[in-house]
């Protein structure tokens, strides 16, 4: 949960935020003017601070200027019941995280507060490096590390910090749970914007239709359901740092937009034609292959040329399980630490044990199977290889023997085809090449499985859709009635 600061000289309102965020969790302080909140800023940290425009001495613009001068990172929203345009521009050059309108709706509020407190933990919570390739142990107290001696981690660990204090583009790869975030974060926390706001998007995750509207903003009234103009990511990370997590699940038409933004550093908010100039620097992931994506037209080649300046790869777990019993030293302490626990050690066959699974969910999975076992020992000071519970790893095994039994299957029945097949080869009326008739059977039926779609198709049988056009055109399998 958070800490809030709410400064207004309104006591009604101040009593209500109290109590609606009180209601959550989170820790509420309050003052009632300017220059006493600006005191309570600098005495001690925040995560929040909601600071109403009208006040006596300072208002809310003049104490937002004090609380940037002073390097304070804590977003900041400011509320004001004299709303205007000139304002909330006002607002948001000088720093701000967004502003309400008073009255406003309290559900709203609440989603925004959680947004900014989001930003304000993904820019606080740092995250560190190995101090030197020797440091298997790093401390379980401070930053949040990224773990790792393997030489693909320690190739990893140069490439950040060759780019960090360059404002160039950084793609990050890999597979799902492999730590691409905290390599975005670590650009961020060692750059000259750490500073600045950090946001995250996820790609993935917002809904196309809502996608640009929270990328970019809009103007009031742009759609039905815009009562207020909204900032979008992008403006709120002026002079910062945006990161797209799983790029490769952006529209083309929002890549279109993103690409502007990159060439030129510029853009308009749904519903206005005028033009905001902002300078972010922009990170991206994606567990995706590009390349792919753009040979099949769901990835814009020239945003992955731009986005691309430098490509971090993230290898997944399996490839370095060197690095797994300084991962689990890592997690083991910091869980230990965090629930109270008292493990102290770590069994050798838990270790072997550890570095014998194949870890699909890689680093992330880990992560979650040593929380739990910390979280659920009970007593010693040793953790044991009972400790751990893999739910999984009876119905992988299951899985497993499935597909063997299937491919044991399937490579028998070819194996009953092959006589016949070399039997028409040897007619020459029939076939003169094996590998064609094997071949031209094989696309036609995964064509007719997938209904004549080609990406489906290409996807199916693991080759390119250039090389499948390639054989549709030398077979003549153009779907019927073309």
């Not at 009208?54 to 104490?63: A, Q, S």
């Not at 030197?132 to 490439?159: C, D, H, N, Y």
């Not at 971090?312 to 019993?325: A, G, I, T, W």
Request: proline share 4%; glycine share 8%.
């Amino acid at each position: 949960m958070g800490k809030i600061l709410i400064v207004d000289n309104d006591e009604g309102l101040v009593h209500f935020l109290t109590r609606l965020f009180a209601k959550q969790g989170h820790e509420v302080a309050s003052r009632m003017d300017g220059i006493s909140g600006l005191e309570q800023v600098k005495a001690e940290p925040f995560d929040l601070i909601l600071l109403d425009y009208k006040m006596p001495g300072l208002n809310g613009l003049e104490t937002l200027v004090e609380i940037k001068q002073a390097q304070i990172k804590t977003p900041v929203i400011v509320m004001t019941a004299y709303g205007t345009t000139e304002t909330a521009i006002e607002a948001m050059k000088l720093g701000a995280y967004d502003y309400l309108l008073k009255p406003f709706d309290s559900e709203g509020l609440k989603r925004l507060a959680a947004d900014a407190l989001e930003v304000n933990r993904l820019m606080k919570e740092i995250v560190d490096l190995p101090s030197s390739v020797a440091e298997i142990m790093p401390p379980v107290s401070g930053p949040v590390r990224i773990v790792g001696t393997s030489p693909q981690m320690q190739e990893v660990f140069k490439l950040i910090g060759q780019v960090t204090e360059r404002d160039v583009g950084v793609l990050i790869t890999g597979e799902s749970g492999t730590g691409k975030e905290l390599v975005a974060r670590a650009i961020y926390h060692h750059s000259h914007r750490k500073d600045k706001p950090f946001m995250a998007v996820n790609c993935a995750a917002v809904p196309d239709t809502l996608f640009e509207s929270e990328l970019f903003g809009y103007e009031r009234g742009a759609f039905t359901g815009a009562y207020r103009s909204y900032v979008g990511k992008l403006e709120r990370c002026h002079n910062g740092t945006l990161f797209f997590d799983e790029i490769g699940d952006m529209s083309l038409i929002t890549q279109a937009k993103v690409l502007r933004v990159l060439q030129e550093g510029e853009f308009e908010r749904l519903g206005s034609t005028e033009t905001i100039k902002v300078d972010a620097r922009i990170l991206a992931a994606t567990n995706k292959n590009l390349e792919r994506e753009i040979e099949e037209g769901r990835f814009r080649e020239d945003l992955y040329y731009r986005l691309k300046v430098i490509c971090v790869e993230m290898p997944p777990l399996r490839d370095r399980s060197d690095d797994v019993p300084a991962l689990v030293n890592y997690f083991v302490g910091r869980f230990s630490e965090e629930y109270g626990k008292s493990v102290h050690y770590v069994a050798d066959q838990t270790i072997h044990k550890l570095q014998s699974y194949a870890w699909p969910g890689n680093v992330r999975e880990l992560e979650n199977h040593l929380r739990r076992a910390v979280l659920m020992y009970k007593g010693g000071n040793v953790l044991l290889a009972e400790h751990l519970q893999f739910e999984t790893d009876q119905e992988n095994a299951l899985q497993a023997d499935v597909l063997d039994e299937t491919i044991r299957s399937v490579q028998q029945r070819l194996a009953d085809l092959v006589p016949e097949i070399f039997r028409l080869a040897d007619d020459q009326r029939a076939h003169a090449n094996v590998i064609d008739l094997v071949e031209e059977a094989l696309i036609t039926r995964a064509l007719q499985e997938c209904e004549y779609n080609q990406v489906r198709t290409a996807r199916m049988l693991g080759i390119s859709r250039n090389t499948l056009r390639h054989r549709i055109k030398k077979y003549g399998l153009e779907p019927p009635g073309e």
